[in-house]
C-alpha cells in the first residue's frame, strides 16, 4: 500500500543530519511525483509564530497543493505545541506537511503530542561506530561502487566516522572509478594527505607508542585547519575503547558484539587487543586525565591550544610508557 503524501505528515526525528535530509528530500520528490506544480515552503521553527504557521498551512493562492517543511522543531515555541500536533495529526489533504526533529529532550512535549497522535515517522539515528562498515557498504551499494576487502575499514581510517563525509567520499569515487570497484590502495591513492592529519591517526599513533609520529601529525593537522577538540575527542574515543576492552576481554564474546560493546567499527577490534598489551588500567587513568586537562584547555582554559595538545601527548607517551 502507498503511503499517502498529501493529507499527511511525516515526522523525521534524529541527530543524524544527512538522513533526515535524505528522508525529507525523499518526501519532496514524491509530493513533485505526484502533483508536479506543488509548492515547496521551508521554514525554521525558531521564531515561528501561529499566524505564519497557519498562513502556510492552510493553502497557497499560487498552488492548489503544497508541501510545507518545518526545521527543528525542538525550537518551536511551546505556545505552538498544540497548534502544530493538531495539524499533523489531521492534515489538510492538499498538504504534505514535514516535521523536523534533531533528538533529545528539547520540544518533548511536541514529540510526545505527535506519537500519541501516531504521525508516521522516520528515524535519523546516529550511525554507531559499530555499524559504520556496514553503512559504508549499503553507501557504495547507492552509488554502485563495488569494494575490495578492506576497503570499509581504510575509508573509514581516512575519513572519520562522519556519515556526510563518507557518503560524499564515496560518491566521489564513484565518478572518478570507472571500473566500479573500490579498493584500499584507491583510498590511499585519494585520500592519504587526509588521513595522515586526521584526529584518528593522530590518537592511533599514541595508542601504539609512536609519540613522535603523534607530534608531527599533530603539529600538521593544527596548521591545516583541524579543530584542536576533534583531536581531544578522538583520543578520548580510543582510551574509552581501550578501558572497555579491558573489561570486556575475559568475557569471550563475539568479535560483533565486542565492538558493540566497546563502541568501535569490528576491524578496530584487534587493533585495540594489541594496544591494551602496553596500556594498563593505570596508565588509562592517567591519559584520561591528561585529555581532559587538555580538553578543558583548547575550549577556551589556555591562551595556547597547541601547546596543551603537545603537553597532552607528552602525557599521554608517558603514562603508556610507565604502563608496561
Do not use: C, N
Not at 509530493?31 to 497557497?60: I, Y
Not at 560518491?171 to 583510498?187: C, I, K, S, T
Not at 599513533?205 to 603523534?214: K, Y
Request: charged residues 25%; proline residues 5%.
Amino acid at each position: 500500500m502507498t503511503k499517502a503524501i498529501f493529507g499527511a505528515t511525516l515526522f523525521v526525528q534524529g541527530p543524524e543530519a544527512l538522513l533526515a535530509e535524505r528522508a525529507v528530500r525523499h518526501q519532496v520528490l514524491a509530493a513533485r511525483r505526484e502533483r508536479p506544480g506543488v509548492e515547496v515552503t521551508h521554514l525554521d521553527a525558531e521564531g515561528l509564530d501561529s499566524g505564519t504557521f497557519s498562513e502556510v498551512t492552510g493553502g497557497s493562492l499560487f498552488s492548489e497543493s503544497q508541501v510545507v517543511i518545518i526545521d527543528d522543531i525542538s525550537r518551536l515555541d511551546q505556545s505552538l505545541f498544540d497548534l502544530v500536533a493538531a495539524t499533523a495529526i489531521t492534515t489538510p489533504e492538499d498538504l504534505a506537511l514535514v516535521l523536523v526533529h534533531p533528538g533529545g529532550v528539547k520540544g518533548k512535549g511536541l514529540v510526545d503530542k505527535l506519537k500519541k497522535g501516531k504521525v508516521p515517522t522516520t528515524e535519523a539515528a546516529a550511525i554507531k561506530p559499530w555499524k559504520l562498515p556496514e553503512f559504508v557498504t549499503a553507501e557504495a551499494r547507492r552509488v554502485r561502487l563495488q569494494l575490495e576487502p578492506g576497503a570499509e575499514a581504510a575509508l573509514i581510517q581516512a575519513i572519520g566516522t562522519d556519515a556526510r563525509a563518507l557518503a560524499s567520499a564515496l560518491e566521489q569515487l564513484a565518478v572518478d572509478l570507472p571500473e566500479g570497484r573500490l579498493g584500499p590502495d584507491h583510498v590511499a591513492q585519494y585520500f592519504a594527505g587526509r588521513a595522515e592529519v586526521s584526529s584518528f591517526s593522530i590518537a592511533d599513533d599514541i595508542m601504539g607508542g609512536q609519540t613522535g609520529e603523534a607530534l608531527l601529525k599533530l603539529r600538521w593537522a593544527l596548521d591545516t585547519g583541524v579543530a584542536p577538540v576533534l583531536i581531544t575527542s578522538a583520543i578520548a574515543g580510543s582510551l574509552r575503547a581501550l578501558g572497555k576492552y579491558h573489561d570486556l576481554r575475559s568475557q569471550r564474546m563475539p568479535e560483533p558484539e565486542l565492538a558493540r560493546q566497546m563502541g568501535v567499527p569490528p576491524f578496530k577490534v584487534k587493533q585495540v587487543a594489541q594496544q591494551s598489551r602496553s596500556w594498563t588500567p593505570t596508565a588509562i587513568a592517567q591519559g584520561v586525565r591528561a585529555v581532559a586537562k587538555a580538553d578543558a584547555a583548547v575550549k577556551g582554559a589556555a591562551h595556547d591550544p597547541a601547546f596543551a595538545l603537545e603537553q597532552m601527548v607528552a602525557a599521554l607517551g608517558a603514562a603508556r610508557a610507565g604502563g608496561r
